[in-house]
C-alpha cells in the first residue's frame, strides 16, 4: 500500500513559491551509481539506476518481465554538467547561474531548461529536492485542534495568576 501512501502525500503537498524553489537544493539519489566518460563531445556521465525493489515489484518483476539489473544512462554534456554541480550544496538558483554563464544562455532560458530537466531526473527517482522552510509556515500547517488547546491554555494561565 505504499503506492496508497505516496498519492496521498503527493496529493496533500502544498505547492511551492518561486523562491522556495529556487533556495531548494537539488540531491542526487545515493543508490544511484556514477562514473565520468568521454562522449563525443566531450566528458559525459554515465549513471548506473538499479531496478525498483521492494513491495509489489517483487512480485510483479516476473509476470511484468522487469528487469532485475541496473539500467545504463548517458547523460549529454549539459546534462552532465548540471548533475556535477547538483552536489546537495548548491541551490537551484545557483546551478542556474553556473549553467547561464558556462553556455552563455539568458536567465529565462536557462531557469526554463533546467527547472525542465531537474523535474524530468525528480520524476525518474535519479534527484530529490530539499527545501528550507520558514517557522511561521510550520506553525500556519499545524492541527486547527493543537491551536484550540493552545489558545486555552494561554486564557487559563492570567485568570490563574
Known sequence: MQWLNDFIVAKNRRQLTRDESLGAVPIRNPDVEWEEVDG???????????????????????????????RQLQLDVMGSHVWRLCDGER?????CNEIRSAY????????????TYLKTLGKRGLMAFAVQRDQEEDDEEQDGDE???NTEELREGPENA
Do not use: C, W, Y
Open 40 to 70: 563525443d563531445q566531450g566528458p559525459e556521465v554515465l549513471l548506473s539506476v538499479p531496478p525498483p525493489k521492494g513491495g509489489a515489484v517483487k512480485f510483479l518483476r516476473p509476470i511484468l518481465m522487469l528487469p532485475d539489473k541496473n
Open 91 to 95: 541551490t537551484v538558483e545557483d546551478v
Open 147 to 149: 491551536d484550540v488547546e
Open 104 to 115: 552563455k544562455l539568458s536567465h529565462r532560458e536557462a531557469m526554463l531548461s533546467l527547472t
